[in-house]
């Protein structure tokens, strides 16, 4: 199709010419493509913004306003694997702690004293956390370990890693026997080729090795040697982005904070080689946060589209071709979760993912032996 940032011979886009005419609901249209470019400058240093009047410097002020408050593009898709016992549930803890801002005192004071609280392993299909952190916004999906969980695993993390990279913590005890080791790390990285093969990049894996503070430091120099060498055999067509210990339970050591530059890093890095994203995604994202019921955890298409045209702001415009394709990038960063249907009317919005991802997988799958966590 044609390029939406073409300029003209005064070196107008598209965009200018709504903006400066007031069409409104062109310059909607136009913010709506995911290649569109808000900075380009005329002949005469303007950006389209600066030319617009009325009703469509409204428009302006509100999506500019609406990308800071609510930046869908800033997540990145985190999943934590590997088998029970490993500490999943305990890193994914951890990981929220740290990703909230504290004063260097705090810090000093809890790296010598504080230790990690106790955890309870969560025994439900797949637990989605949003982390918004000034550090790095993530999505975190915490894998059940146990093994009745394994054949619905593929399938929901196929639908979150389609189209972009996630990046995958491999969580591994090397207490284990070492031929234990390596069988559970083949299994994991063999899981995680599975459900990255459609994704045009590679996703970035980080092999973390747990409970190294209760092996001696000739027992640990070994079992960290065997997981460098099976981790480079494993994952080779993912990008092996390194391989760690932590100590689980000293959130605030040094040793956390090295694997908490490391991650934010490699959130950058995915973030920084993904496409970019429709303004109107920061728009839908406000629109569902602000102006739906916080008890709502899903609706169908038709839904939304009676929401929309019901609403008072005119947040969005109510027209299925352009909101289809939202839907789907936000589904894809992690936010929500849009199951299509053939009638596209009644496909699925689902605005709570642990409704989907914890209750109803957790009670498909779940052995009756286990606790009951959903």
């Known amino acids: ?50 030319d617009a009047k009325y009703t469509s410097l409204g428009v302006f002020q509100q999506v500019e306003k609406t990308c800071s408050e609510y930046p869908a593009d800033s997540y990145g898709k985190v999943v934590l694997c590997g088998n029970s016992g490993a500490g999943k549930s305990t890193l994914t803890q951890a ?121 001696t430091p000739e027992q640990l120099t070994k079992k960290i040697t065997l997981l460098e060498s099976v981790a480079r055999e494993a994952i080779s067509h993912q990008k092996l982005v390194n391989v760690i210990t932590v100590n689980l339970r000293k959130i605030y050591s040094r040793e956390m904070d090295q694997f908490s530059e490391l991650l934010y890093q490699t959130i950058k890095d995915v973030l920084s080689m ?27 298409l038709s839904d939304l589209l009676a929401h929309l045209k019901a609403d008072q702001d005119k947040l969005i415009d109510p027209d299925i071709s352009s909101i289809v394709p939202i839907l789907k990038t936000l589904s894809e960063k992690g936010l929500i979760l849009f199951i299509p249907s053939e009638d596209p009317l009644n496909s699925w919005i689902v605005l709570h993912k642990e409704s989907i991802l914890k209750k109803v997988n957790g009670a498909l799958f779940a052995d009756p032996s286990l606790k009951e966590y959903i």
């Open 95 to 215: 990981i929220i702690n740290i990703s909230k801002p504290i004063t260097k005192t705090t810090r000093f004071v809890k790296r010598v004293f504080g230790l990690q609280d106790e955890v309870e392993p969560l025994t439900a299909g797949i637990i989605p956390h949003q982390v918004d952190s000034p550090y790095s916004n993530m999505v975190i999906y915490d894998l059940a370990g146990h093994h009745h969980y394994y054949s619905s695993h593929s399938a929901c993390l196929e639908a979150i890693s389609l189209d972009s990279p996630a990046i995958f913590l491999l969580l591994q005890d090397v207490r284990k026997d070492p031929d234990v080791i390596t069988k559970e790390v083949f299994y994991w990285s063999t899981m995680i080729d599975g459900v990255c093969h459609k994704c045009p990049q590679k996703s970035s894996v980080i092999v973390v090795g747990t409970h190294a503070d209760l092996l």
């Open 1 to 50: 199709g044609a390029n939406v940032n073409t300029t003209s011979d005064d070196g107008d886009t598209a965009l200018h010419v709504a903006a400066r005419e007031d069409k409104a609901s062109c310059v909607r249209a136009l913010l709506s493509h995911p290649g569109i470019d808000i900075n380009i400058k005329n002949n005469i240093e303007h950006t389209a913004m600066m």
């Open 274 to 300: 993904s496409p970019p994203i429709s303004m109107m995604c920061h728009m839908m994202l406000r629109f569902f946060k602000e102006k739906l019921p916080p008890d709502m955890d899903a609706m169908t």
